[in-house]
Structure formats: structure tokens, C-alpha cells
């Protein structure tokens, strides 16, 4: 069962890392689909401002198994423990990728915590009754992309309209092997987890981040805003971050 955590009861321990001085977790943020590393920028700019070392993955999503690839030889550069943070499809990624011993923990932002042997394209095919579908346009040459028209509205609703507008027009294709990729064991199971459940998500219906976030037994802050949260409210994905690390410091600290 989901627990809905305060982000500001995080505490600290005194265990020190190879790259962060406070001993803090190294931050990975993963982008999701059709979008790219660049989208975490003011995430990254918050992080950063308040002392972590942060790493951006630029996977492909091209297929699931070479985007958790892509992920841990990212890894491979961090000295020390590492804190996974995906957004969507990036959720997946992390949750395939996590099962890796330098992994402490999971945050989802609005994230596909696939279950073992699942996809998102299954669970895309048996949406919620009455939830908004996706408008993503059939595949081309193995690839997905959503309707520049409809992109604004329906992936990034509360960003500025100049913002959402470039979002569209530099979508990064979606490969069907990434779509329908599974998960071969979901790293929920062994490692703590956190959500951030956006209430008036167009993209992954809210009822479906809940029923994720509660099966992966998830620490789950809700709030208003689009799918694009990590854009449109960084300081609520950074603030759930340092809150995710300052549970785990807490607990290692017991």
C-alpha cells in the first residue's frame, strides 16, 4: 500500500561517498519518451544549487534493454551509491535498470513502474474507464510520435505555450521496441520507492500512476499538474528528491 511522505521530515546521516562530500547519493535522471535530457534542466539547475552531484542519461528509447544500457554505464561514471529519478517512459528504464547493487533507491515522476514481465504498450491497451487516451499518431518505420497539434495540451498543459510548442516540434521518436519492451525484474521489489502522482496528467491516467504507485509500495506525493511536472514545477521534483534522500540517509542511519 502506498504512504503519502511530509518532503520536509527528510533527515541526514554522516556516511560519505566518493563524489558527494555530505555522503548524498549521486542523482540520475532519466527522460522519459519523446522528450530528452535536456527537459531536466531546471531539475538538475535545483539539485545542483543545493549541493548534489547529478548526472543526466541521454538514452535512445529506441528499445527498453538498451536504454537501461544507456542508464548504468552512466552509472559506471558515478563513484558511490545512486539515486534513479525517471519520468514516464523513463520510469520503466529505472525500474529495469535499478536492479543494479550501486541503486539505494527509485523516484517516479509521473513514471511506468512496470510490474515483472509487463509493457507499457499492454497497459496503454487497457486504460481505466473514462481515461484521456494519448494522441500518438500510428507507428512509422518502428517509431511513435504524438500529434505536434495536440502535443501542448495533452503532454505539457501547464508549461509556457513557447516551451510546449518547441516540445512538440523536437519530439524524439519512440521505438516500438522500447513501447513494448518488458521489464525482466522489477527493482520496486528489492528497493524503496517514491512517486510523484500528477493529478491532471493527460498522458498516464492518474488512477493508473495510483494503482503503480501502490503495488510498488511507493512513498507517493500528489499534485496538481501536466505530465510535463519536471518542466513546469522542478522545484516539486527536486524537493520529493531530497526528500527520497533523506529517508534513505535516515534509514541507514538506524
Known sequence: MSTTIDM???GRSATATDTDPEGRPTIVLVHGAWADGSGWQGVHRLLRRDGYEVRVVQHPTISLADDAAATRRVMDDVGGDVLLVGHSYGGAVITEAGNDPRVVGLVYVAGWALDDGE???ALIADPPPGATLPPILPPRDGFLLLDRARFPAAFAAD???ETARFMADAQL???LGAFQGTVGSAAWRS???W????RDDLMIPPPLQ??????AGARVVEEAGSHAVYVSRPEVVAGLVAAAVGELRTAGAR
Open 8 to 10: 520536509g521530515a527528510a
Open 210 to 215: 495510483r494503482t503503480m504507485a501502490g503495488r
Open 173 to 175: 521518436p519512440w521505438g
Open 191 to 193: 528497493k524503496p520507492s
Open 159 to 161: 508549461v509556457p505555450e
Open 195 to 198: 512517486y510523484l502522482l500528477t
Open 119 to 121: 509493457s507499457i504498450a
